[in-house]
């Protein structure tokens, strides 16, 4: 039976550690497990340095451990491989402006996906909810996965709607070449070292990009 409902963004304060307290809202429903998962993955790290190696962490081992642990630390596709097997679920990252989704975990036989979107600086979490505007309490963050398809089609098909909108909407952020303005306080930024300076600086993270 397919999902009923519509996918809709959950939005993660811009702490630098939206990534882990997205995935914390989506396995947990709590917002609140930056510090922890943070220790999840050191310890993981610091268990494993054959296969987390410097080339791999672009850092030390040691030096990554307690680098990732800090508030201040933003993290990305390691971490989501490792929170993926510490889950024990598949993470499905759409990224706005590619409208691309890469599974974390698509390999292994994981019977279950959590999904977040990626706006170039920013991650939060995706929920099926029953309609626009219902309350938290009614979303359904975990999905059935298969080994043909990490998410139900309905789902999927309104992760993908849901994308096509923030894209067409220019709300990410081209790290490479952009120009952008704060839509909180309209402040102008050029390239991602502003835009991550700001975001840092102010709480802010709703940029839109503009010509």
Avoid at 51 to 58: C, I, N, P, Q, S
Avoid at 144 to 167: D, G, I, M, N, W
Avoid at 172 to 187: G, M
């Amino acid at each position: 039976m397919e999902e009923q409902g519509v996918v809709v963004r959950r939005v993660m304060d811009a702490d630098n550690s939206c990534l882990f307290n997205a995935v914390g809202y989506v396995t947990e429903r709590t917002r609140d497990k930056g510090a922890q998962l943070r220790q999840v993955i050191a310890r993981v790290v610091a268990a494993d340095e054959q296969r987390f190696t410097e080339a791999v962490l672009d850092k030390p081992n040691a030096a990554y451990c307690h680098w990732i642990t800090r508030p201040d630390s933003w993290g990305g596709g390691i971490e989501l491989a490792i929170l993926s097997d510490h889950f024990a679920k598949k993470i499905a990252a759409f990224d706005i402006q590619t409208k691309r989704c890469d599974v974390y975990g698509q390999d292994k036989s994981y019977s279950e996906t959590i999904m977040l979107i990626y706006d170039g600086i920013h991650y939060d979490a995706l929920a099926l909810s029953p309609c626009e505007g219902a309350p938290e309490d009614f979303d359904q963050t975990i999905f059935p996965a298969t080994a043909a398809a990490a998410l139900p089609p309905a789902v999927r098909r309104s992760a993908e709607a849901l994308v096509e909108a923030a894209h067409k909407a220019k709300s990410f952020t081209d790290t490479a070449r952009f120009a952008l303005r704060c839509v909180v306080c309209q402040q102008g930024l050029v390239g991602q070292e502003e835009a991550v300076q700001h975001a840092q600086a102010t709480g802010h993270a709703n940029f839109q990009e503009y010509a």
